[in-house]
């Protein structure tokens, strides 16, 4: 019976040309992915046969075999795993499940050398087999089910699924009809080595047998020979590891393909006893905002596979970290529902945090003490990434856990980085404090769409004259954080765009008070801001004379109990809010055109000039704010005027 040829989804498409193209030099890949997929079929049987032990059928012993046949040109990888029904055929391998895909093919560049990076990263799973083979085809049967299936392709038209003529054993077999080019890999050294690199930490026995074709052009067999350690790599004593088993391992289980930023693997014993290799990536994975991302750390309880997706065992905010966790005090059978919410796992979760904050916390003083060293490194360590590099792209995870995780707050504030007007690197929160001026009793922030545009805001002015270090915080997760966070070892959080803010009482030295300049005294000022109020009326809830500008003329602060200025819009855009709140006009008593002002204002003929004076002003603090002008023509007409005036004089 044939079927016709189903095409691949358009995403498979693109990933099998890219696959093909470009990872050719790396083509060994494919059998790490093959013996991977394995693995996991056999982990999810014997997962669901602690609950149905028929499951099992008369094949309780999972393992992997490998047939290399050079007679026929083909190579067989084979497990006895939980196998595929027609729709999983159909689901699995005739389009890419994972979330991230889309993103991930948006990202692709055209540029080989940066596309081929991007690819290392994503994993290119099953499809990879299409760099060796000109034909594959897949016979399974799922575990449970009679029927068996056959699912055949050449790579590049599509796929077909049949019924098989007759029933095959349960689970998995993929045979290579290997390329004219790809002959090595029946190569029984060949194999050997590839499992040695690549899948040395897979728990289950991989057995090989090698067919080499006699002079008589027979076939000549080998008895099958198990040919990696089958013990699950997290049961090794440490010192029995190599760094390169421990990053392959990583590659299988986070499905990653970059350098393990820092790992944790420990044993823990006493009142509860499990083991745990973890790892911290070093790239942000693609989907890491993407809210139906697997999760990345998987429960074991005595070497069985439970579950890769307990939410209960990692906080939101450690989405990135995958690994292994592997408890002794747990039921085999128990069920999601009762782990999601017991009391063993929410021990093993406070301690796993623990660990895996003091394991950053340690890189974090490594990446410090090496750049203060600034000591060329050795060439091994050449690839790893500074923490600050690190903290670029998994800080705003992290720092969700600032308002999640309140025991952790002191914790995850340390390891906290963030740009400020002291250089332009980053800055810890420590070396900050440090940096304090006498009298200063708050570390000063302000937020804002970018840390480049913030630097030159007309609130930080006083800060900057006064030599104040003021945080500079683009990250949209700042403002939701600071809320619940208040303070650092006692220095209360405050924001230079909001409520009113006086810097008089800190002492710098060399401190250039614009003394020589004239100031408007505070009379004149009173009238003054009466004055405008009176012309801009209901547009601002205040004006007031600023202590925090030094060189504008004007800027806009939200209120002391209001939302800061940037959360406002952030959230307006979001449509979490239908429209801004008015803001506070500051204005400076030191600037030349506010002190001309002044003078108007005492001019009575000159009354509507001076109107049409202050809602320029007001526009203008708008849009250094970066705030919408609720009328562009007017905004326009108004300056053309002044302008011409000006020109004329
Ligand atoms: N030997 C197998 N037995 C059972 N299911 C399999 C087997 N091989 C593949 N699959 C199914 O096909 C899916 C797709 O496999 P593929 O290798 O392309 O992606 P993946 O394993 O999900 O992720 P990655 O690309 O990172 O390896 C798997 O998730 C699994 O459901």
């Known amino acids: 019976m044939t079927e016709t040829v189903q095409p691949f989804e358009a995403d498979v498409s693109r990933v099998l040309d890219l696959v093909i193209n470009s990872l050719y030099k790396e083509r060994d890949i494919f059998l790490r992915e093959l013996i991977s997929n394995a693995s996991d079929a056999c982990d999810k049987l014997r997962y669901q046969s602690l609950s149905q032990p028929e499951l099992l059928e008369t094949d309780p012993d999972l393992k992997i075999r ?10 067989t990888v084979t497990d006895n795993g939980i196998g595929m029904n027609r729709e999983d055929l159909c689901e699995n391998l005739g389009t890419i499940a994972r979330s991230g895909t889309a993103r991930f093919l948006e990202q692709l560049s055209g540029d080989k050398d940066k596309d081929l990076k991007l690819i290392g990263q994503f994993g290119v799973g099953f499809y990879s087999v299409f760099m060796v083979a ?76 090698v067919r080499e074709k006699a002079g008589d052009g027979k076939a000549k067999a080998e008895e099958p020979q198990q040919i990696n350690e089958a013990s699950a790599i997290w049961t090794r004593p440490k010192s029995e590891i190599s760094e390169d088993q421990y990053r392959e391992f990583y590659h299988h289980v986070a499905h990653a393909f970059d350098e393990p930023f820092a790992r944790l693997h420990f044993t823990a014993e006493g009142v509860l006893s499990y083991t745990a290799l973890l790892f911290v990536p070093s790239t942000r994975p693609f989907d890491l905002f993407d809210p139906k991302r697997r999760h990345g750390v998987k429960l074991y309880v005595r070497r069985v596979f439970i579950t890769s997706d307990l939410e209960a065992l990692m906080p939101r905010y450690l989405r990135f970290v995958s690994g292994v966790v592997d408890s002794e005090d747990l039921q085999l059978n128990v069920s999601r529902e009762t782990l999601q919410h017991g009391a063993v796992i929410a021990k093993m979760k406070k301690a796993l945090v623990r660990r895996l904050l ?48 309140a025991e952790n707050r002191e914790k995850l504030l340390e390891l906290a980085r963030f740009r400020s007007t002291h250089g332009a690197g980053w800055t810890s929160l420590a070396d900050y404090v440090a940096r304090m001026k006498e009298g200063q009793d708050a570390i000063y922030y302000i937020s804002g769409e970018s840390h480049t545009a913030l630097r030159t805001s007309p609130q930080l002015e006083q800060a900057l004259a006064k030599g104040v270090e003021v945080l500079l915080l683009d990250d949209p997760v700042d403002d939701f954080w600071l809320p619940e966070v208040k303070d650092y070892q006692g220095k209360p959080f405050r924001s230079l765009t909001r409520g009113e803010v006086d810097l ?40 007031r004379s600023s202590k925090r500008l030094r060189d504008s003329a004007v800027c806009l602060v939200a209120d002391e109990h209001g939302l800061d200025l940037r959360l406002e819009r952030f959230l307006k855009q979001h449509s979490q809010i239908d429209r801004l709140s008015k803001r506070v006009l500051e204005i400076n008593g030191q600037h030349e055109l506010i002190r001309r002002m002044a003078e108007m204002a005492k001019d009575e003929t000159k ?35 002044f302008l011409a005036k000006g020109l004329a004089a």
Do not use: C, N
């Open 66 to 75: 490998i047939l290399a046949d050079a007679a026929l040109g083909l190579l």
């Open 134 to 209: 000109d034909k594959v085809v897949v016979q399974t049967r799922k575990a449970g089910e009679d029927k068996s299936w056959i699912w055949a392709s050449d790579g590049r038209s599509g796929y077909t699924v049949q019924e098989a003529p007759a029933t095959v054993p349960r689970g998995t077999s993929i045979t290579l009809h290997l390329k004219a080019d790809a002959k090595e890999y029946l190569d029984g050294w060949k194999i050997r080595q590839i499992v040695r690199t690549y899948s040395d930490h897979i728990g289950i026995p991989i057995l090989l047998e």
């Open 504 to 543: 008089s009482a800190i002492k710098a030295e060399g401190e250039a008070e614009k003394e020589s300049e004239p100031k408007l005294d505070d009379e004149a000022l009173k009238r003054l801001i009466a004055r405008l109020k009176t012309a801009l009326g209901e547009e601002v809830t205040d004006i």
């Open 607 to 641: 009354g509507l000039q001076f109107d049409e004076l202050a809602r320029l002003l007001l526009d203008q603090a708008r849009i250094v704010e970066g705030e919408p002008i609720p009328d562009p023509g007017a905004f326009s007409r108004r300056m053309s005027t």
């Open 358 to 405: 003091d394991e950053i916390a340690a890189k974090a003083k490594a990446s410090t003490a090496a750049s203060a060293d600034g000591e060329a490194k050795p060439d091994g360590e050449a690839k790893t990434k500074s923490y600050e590099d690190w903290w670029a792209e998994f800080g705003s995870v992290l720092k969700e856990g600032l308002y999640e995780d």
